[in-house]
């Protein structure tokens, strides 16, 4: 059989796999080996075997990933998320949802430091979920608010998303991060009308909040300053030309780890952080490794330029492609996670889109929020999973019911940048 045959039934099977609740990264590895041992030799396969967690390990393009995981937990650990929630409440004072607006604001700017939409999801959810409950809010917003919320965790830089998307793509970092600055923000703006409309059509979902003078309000910016000085670390240094982005990184986990101290961590949270810190990065870097496998086993098969030679027999109009390959994320964002998704599909699609005459920043973003809508679409809907865990007695369909909303604000989103593309890249 040909190469592209041979590949296209493994990667059949690689879908049957994780179909049987198999996980990614053991079904892409698998793939991998058997797949090019297939096409080349098992001698090949082996020495791959051998050789492919080396490289992903010792990869300095990768050492970001556990300073980005590392900040989010000691943050939590810290417990700035608190103070960010009550800083956010005191902004929004009187106004009917106003705790709403000040739990998803809160996400947006944790999200500035974290990385992560899972870690995002579950630190804010622990402090704002309990409180917007007592206060009468319906289930549904009060749990859907915050399993969206959580989502920003995947596109406000610094991103894990973002980052991987530019090592598999070998785009700048930097550039990715500066791209994706304005439709981060812009999905918390959508997520905030999204919320102001909701209430307004059925004002019982929500409580009006505690009025606030204009020196409460004030005095609650100070909860917003220490996420506000390590993302300026971030990104002003990296945009400025100070920092690499592996530095930046650095540098943002060693200023959360002095606020941490600061604020008066101990030695039970930092280990506690450490700990969680560690299980996070090995469960990416397992993924990273069986997709850096799968990679070389889609390079021999030629699987990527047989679909880009289909997709140009086509002759179909680059917009077209575009949306067949979100389309695709959309789909496949329900039944999988959003990194592995990732690390997944994007070296199959990427010379699709490239040939199509995208520009590979703007994809970027385009793809991680479609990735994004996965974490809170059902069935799997990683998001919403955390957010059970942090509150069982909610059930999980008023949670879907909740996020509903902001699926459509990401819809919108996608809408906006696929007519405006400057949104992406105004900064750049």
Known sequence: MSPPIIGTLCIAGMLLMIALRMPVALAMAATGFVGFGLIRTFDASFAILDSGPYDVLSNYGFSPIPMFIFMGVLASKARMSAELFAGARALFGGWRGGMALAAVSSCGVFSAISGSSLATAASMARVALPEMLARGYARSLAA????????????????????????????????????????????????????????????????????????????????????????????????????????????????????????????????????????????????????????????????????????????????????????????????????????????????????AGFDPIWFGIITVIAVEMGLITPPVGMNVFVIKSVAPEVPIGDIFKGVLPFVLSDIARLALLILFPGLALALL
């Open 144 to 355: 859907g608010t915050l399993a969206a919320g959580g989502t920003l965790g995947i596109m406000i830089p610094p991103s894990i998303a973002l980052l991987l998307y530019a090592l598999i793509t070998e785009q700048s970092v930097g550039d990715m991060f500066i791209a994706g600055i304005l439709p981060g923000f812009l999905g918390l703006g959508l997520y905030c009308a999204a919320i102001a409309l909701v209430v307004m059509i059925k004002p019982s979902l929500a409580e009006p909040g505690d009025p606030t003078t204009l020196r409460e309000k004030i005095a609650g910016l100070k909860g917003l300053a220490p996420f506000g000085m390590i993302f300026a670390i971030i990104i002003g240094g990296i945009y400025g030309g100070i920092f690499t982005p592996s530095e930046a990184a650095a540098f943002g986990a060693a200023g959360a780890f002095v606020i941490a101290l600061v604020r008066g961590m101990g030695w039970k949270d930092f280990r506690s952080a450490v700990e969680e810190t560690l299980f996070l990065t090995a469960m990416i870097f397992f993924m990273i490794i069986g997709a850096q496998i799968f990679g070389y086993f889609l390079s021999v098969s030629r699987i990527s330029f047989s679909l880009t030679q289909f997709v140009a027999g086509l002759d179909l109009p680059p917009f077209a492609i575009l949306m067949c390959v979100l389309l695709l994320y959309m789909v496949l964002g329900c039944v999988m996670d959003a990194i592995a998704m990732l690390l997944l599909t994007v070296p199959v699609v990427y010379p699709v889109i490239y040939n």
